[in-house]
T-cell receptor, first 111, second 113 residues
Framework: TQLLEQSPQFLSIQEGENLTVYCNSS?????LQWYRQEPGEGPVLLVT?????EVKKLKRLTFQFGDARKDSSLHITAAQPGDTGLYLC???????????FGEGTQLTVNP | DAGVTQSPTHLIKTRGQQVTLRCSPK?????VSWYQQALGQGPQFIFQ???????QRGNFPDRFSGHQFPNYSSELNVNALLLGDSALYLC????????????FGAGTRLSVL
């Protein structure tokens, strides 16, 4: 069974600070996705990374896929209160297969 | 373009009862996956349906069953409900042969008393 360990589990920071969330596994994934989920809603896809070493940027968010395709990180620059939410990483063994999720990181950005 | 829709949004049942949750996929999608998300946890894969058949299954007991209809919509059935079945049940749809990105509905919040 593939597992994804996500850290930290909780993060509370002030507006303007930077932060990094980590997602690690001993298994190789064909792709890894990052989702953001708000209360009462389903997860919303932020990005998909498929190539080892790949870096993708989405405004103030930077996503990186490890060279061995076993780990990933999400870095947020100058966090804003609107970034508050549950951030989830999810890996796919093969295209179209089940998503294996991490436990999530609950981010709170205080104004 | 309607996204993934799930019904009902909330449901309260008692132990031992049976429940059916429904999902309509995003327009053009042919694959439906179901996930269970306990409070404070990441979603756990239950099963996936394609061409009206269960293609993959997670580590869930036989009390959890499903169905996919010719119009690609899907149902999740849970029998003999336990207190531990209380969770948010998420449906995700995708299109086989594409990038297989899964789009999630808002979920059904099931409470078992």
């Amino acid at each position: 069974t593939q597992l994804l360990e996500q850290s930290p589990q909780f993060l509370s920071i002030q507006e303007g600070e930077n932060l990094t969330v980590y997602c690690n596994s001993s298994s190789v994934f064909s792709s890894l996705q990052w989702y953001r989920q708000e209360p009462g809603e389903g997860p919303v896809l932020l990005v998909t990374v498929v190539t080892g070493g790949e870096v993708k940027k989405l405004k103030r968010l930077t996503f990186q896929f490890g060279d061995a395709r076993k780990d990933s990180s999400l870095h947020i620059t100058a966090a804003q209160p609107g970034d508050t939410g549950l951030y989830l990483c999810a890996g796919q063994e093969t295209s179209g297969s089940r998503l294996t999720f991490g436990e999530g990181t609950q981010l709170t950005v205080n104004p | 373009d309607a996204g993934v829709t799930q019904s009902p949004t909330h449901l309260i049942k008692t132990r031992g009862q049976q429940v059916t949750l429904r999902c309509s996929p995003k327009s053009g999608h042919d694959t439906v996956s179901w996930y269970q998300q306990a409070l404070g946890q990441g979603p756990q894969f239950i099963f996936q349906y394609y061409e009206e058949e269960e293609r993959q299954r997670g580590n869930f007991p036989d009390r959890f069953s499903g169905h996919q209809f010719p119009n690609y919509s899907s149902e999740l059935n849970v029998n003999a409900l336990l207190l531990g079945d209380s969770a948010l049940y998420l449906c995700a749809s995708s299109l086989q042969g594409s990038k297989n990105i899964q789009y999630f509905g808002a979920g059904t919040r099931l409470s078992v008393l």
